[in-house]
């Protein structure tokens, strides 16, 4: 187990690696920079800017500098958000991004796993036709169309929930993004649970199990639950990851302070060190969950555990 | 001759499927005797499997099961869930043919066999636990106490075989039904396993029922033999008529194509012409008259009775001559 750890962390070393070359490279290869802005600054100005930020140097220098500030865990300075750093951007954003998403995730496992273990005992009955068709629905509408009809009729006209802002997490301002990002995920994990739940119900050893005579309570909730939970681990590891923060169109709408609207801002004015920065976080944590994924695959699985 | 304990009257299997009904099983009439090996044979799709899942309570949910089948006197088909659950495990037992996935690989070996005794004895995990050590050891499993903690996945098929068969017996069921219990197995282990069961069953006076397509299985265990062949019974009989004096002609075909080490190498194996039968067709005349070098008129017409020609011996067939050269009992 620890050696599978220590492994695994010594692989991310190079493919954090190549990542942070590769958008450093690509990000520098764009068009513009981060001050030629609309509004042309006088080139004193600009080239004064370009020193404090060591941006005249060659980019192979910036490249050297730009790792081993990394290595300290020092992401620089935001080049748009003068005067505070990527560090500091992050560590404001990302509460509000773990808050929300981790929320979203907890509501989508509490609603979407029952519905999907029921609509697979219920197979092929009104009650799995039509949660299947709900979560299709889910799936299929974006959240740029659900959330928006969420304000429109439960904050503008029903007035129940606020339309937005943060407001330090107070909670009634956290039902509607919770709810918009929860939405699609619940589907998800509904569609995945049942359709892992009538495979496994399929297979030989639950016949066995239920030629011993086992009440089918226990067929189910001692030998079917536990393998049909493995493909939803194989699922929450990225999708995990894609909730804590891909929540870029909800904290749009919902005018939440995360890290998703640093990154395209950052993106939209060419902040190097802020793009990069809010990359690498998002690489480290697809890289966690994946392992945390496969290490809860060997704690349910003892085929797994083996190796 | 020997008491009767499971009685088959007009067992009929049906599935629905997408393109109509498919007749799996038709006019099944048999009965399993106190103690005694019946062998079931027939090639895939048959109906030797889905008779046994259909009295088991088993069939996939697409399949109806009618007719009448007697456990010591009770009527057991189509029974509710509840009723199921105090029967199976507990007067009848079935093992599977590929113990590799008839295990369930998450729970180990204990679990999945003192569960057994937990649910139909009321036993403790650790009184039960007990018991299943004394029961691998009597299917010749050393070190059980130990392997009980283990997982499927770390036993060989045989042993998993030899566990699935412990499991089956710990409550002394009447009726153990093997459905291709050494199919999945390699030839040693497989006579190791058919060993084990004629040792069982002598111990325990278990009746066991035995489905194959393997005649060299029944062969050896069978008291007894019936033949299928598209949902339909066609011969039945002691084991050594059927070998020795078969009226058949596809138990004919069937012992025809069993490989055999007297015949020079470059014997061709004989085979039987033609294909199974599409069972959602029910033709009106004998189901193998497409197949059978005795056919004649009345084949296609007529659906052959199922008649005795005494001495215990029945068979479906209109055909009242010779059949081809009879072999030696194997």
Redesign the interface.
Known sequence: MIRLVLRRVLAAIPTLLVIITLSFFMLRAAPGGPFTEARRLPPQVLANLERMYHLNEPVWEQYGRYLTHILRGDFGPSYVYRSTTVNALIEQGLPVDLTIGGLALALALLIGMPLGILAALR?NTAWDYVSMAGAMAGISVPTFVVAPLMILLLAVKAHWLPAGSWSNGAPDHLVLPVLALALPLIAYVARIMRGSMVEVLN???I??????????R?VIL??AL??ALMPLISFLGPAVVNTLTGSIVVEEIFGLPGIGRFFVDGALNRDYTLVMGVTILYAMLIIAFNLIADLLYGV????AR?Q | MAASLLEIRNLAVRFTTGDGPVYAVNDLDLEVRRGEVLGMVGESGSGKSQTWLAIMGLLAKNGRAEGSVRLGGEEILNLPQRALTRLRGERMAMIFQDPMTAMNPFLTVGRQMTEVLEWHRGMSRREARARCIGALESVHITDAARRLSMYPHEFSGGMRQRVMIATALLTEPQLLICDEPTTALDVTVQAQILALLDELRQRFGTAIVLVTHDLGVIAQLADRVIVMYAGRQVEQAEVHTLYGAYRHPYTEGLLRSVPRLDQPRSARLATIPGRPPDLARRPAGCPFEPRCAYASEICRRQMPPLVSLGDAHLRACHYDGALGPQERGA
């Open positions: 197979q297979s030989p050893y016949r066995t199990a239920r030629a011993k005579g086992l009440p089918e226990t001692r030998h536990k393998p349910l699985d003892p085929r083996q």
